[in-house]
């Protein structure tokens, strides 16, 4: 397979069969991880292979506390508090923040019938405009995957630039909810013929 071929026919996997992967795709997995270049080939890397599903747990319960713990109280967004204190929430298997059910997607468009299909992040960056005294949002996007309503599975990726709005927080919400209504509309659109 070409550089390319392996761009643009990759996918992830978020759902998983329970039957345990053989130690020599591990072995081909880690191998591969390996070549990645690091700072003067330093290879600081250490990896540990965790088969038990009941240690897998306590890592993610334990990783989220010592989250929760070790974040200043001013960084602690709501929605990180929430999906970290969240029993339910496992940092290990199904990360991506659902439209209108959790993460920082939680409030978007819980009423739609995109509502729990929608499994996108969301990134946003914005800086005060002192000239117009507003807030540019020079970048905000959302990208995920979409269970789309005809049972097709859609990579979706919308991106917005150099938004001029008021500077609060309300206001840049406002665009991250235009973004979650194209992803929303993704999920009930008919399936494309592929070309």
């Not at 397979?1 to 992967?21: C, Q, S």
């Not at 990783?63 to 974040?71: D, E, P």
């Not at 204190?85 to 409030?107: E, K, S």
């Amino acid at each position: 397979m070409d550089l390319k071929e392996a761009i643009y026919t990759r996918r992830a996997t978020r759902e998983f069969t329970a039957e345990p992967v053989s130690e020599s795709i591990i072995r081909d997995l880690i191998d591969a991880a390996i070549q990645a270049p690091t700072a003067v080939n330093a290879q600081p890397c250490t990896f540990c292979v965790v088969r038990d599903k009941t240690v897998l747990a306590t890592i993610s319960k334990e990783a989220k506390a010592y989250m929760v713990r070790t974040t200043p109280v001013g960084l602690m967004s709501h929605h990180f508090d929430a999906v970290l204190n969240d029993v339910n929430f496992d940092i290990f298997y199904r990360a991506l923040p659902i439209l209108g059910r959790d993460g920082t997607l939680y409030n978007l468009l819980p009423d739609s019938p995109a509502a729990g299909h929608v499994h996108a992040k969301t990134g946003t960056f914005a800086e005060y405009d002192a000239l117009n005294h507003t807030l540019m949002v020079t970048g905000k996007g959302l990208a995920g995957y979409v269970d789309a309503a005809d049972g097709s599975h859609l990579i979706v990726a919308a991106y917005v630039n150099n938004v001029s709005a008021p500077p609060n927080f309300e206001a840049v919400e406002k665009v991250g909810n235009a973004l979650a209504e194209i992803a929303a509309a993704a999920y009930a659109a008919p399936a494309q013929p592929a070309h």
